[in-house]
């Protein structure tokens, strides 16, 4: 490598966004300041039953990224630090909302550096004001028809009340 060339820095953002709620959006948005590119990585677990589909998901957040120019989306099945090597990403996001976020991250982020040495974990702490939301409160809140616009991007209220 000479002087002139760099090396671009792509970050992954792992998880399930079902939905993408504005706490991930914070997340997304801080962590594009920081990289060259970040892929929001939509975790299709076969085992599991979404509450929306992996596509829909994807729709959705596509939906919202159109003004951040550096960051896509995609989905995967399988370890997170196998994507990330398929695509080329050097760094994991994982954000933080609580103590009990940072006790798991931390556990994942070490099985994640003896799987994978090459890939460094950031962690990004949630603003205050997005500290509460999950996807699942979300879905809870969703089911017994309570409003979630304060929660979500106004496309996944738009889509869900269809």
């Known amino acids: 490598m000479t002087n002139n060339e760099t090396i671009k820095k792509i970050a992954l ?7 993408i709620t504005n706490g991930h959006l914070d997340v997304v948005e801080r962590a594009s300041a920081m990289f060259d590119e970040v ?3 939509v975790l299709n677990h076969p085992v599991k039953k979404p509450f ?11 939906g919202v990224i159109g003004k ?6 995609d989905f995967f099945e ?8 398929r695509v080329g990403a050097k760094f ?30 950031v962690f ?20 017994h028809n309570t409003d979630i616009s304060k929660f979500v991007p106004k496309n996944v209220v738009e ?4």
């Open 13 to 19: 953002y792992p998880g399930s966004f079902d939905p």
């Open 92 to 121: 994991l996001i994982r954000g933080l909302r609580t103590i009990s976020d940072f006790e798991y991250e931390v556990q994942l982020c070490q099985t994640n550096q003896v799987l994978a040495h090459e890939i460094d974990t």
């Open 52 to 62: 929306l589909d992996v596509q829909t998901r994807v729709e959705l957040i596509k």
């Open 68 to 73: 951040f120019k550096n960051v896509r989306v």
């Open 159 to 162: 889509y869900l009340k269809k």
């Open 39 to 41: 892929i929001i990585a």
């Open 124 to 143: 990004l702490s949630t603003r205050p004001e997005h500290n509460f939301i999950s996807s699942s409160i979300v879905r809870e809140l969703f089911n």
């Open 78 to 85: 399988g370890l997170t630090v196998e994507f990330a090597r």
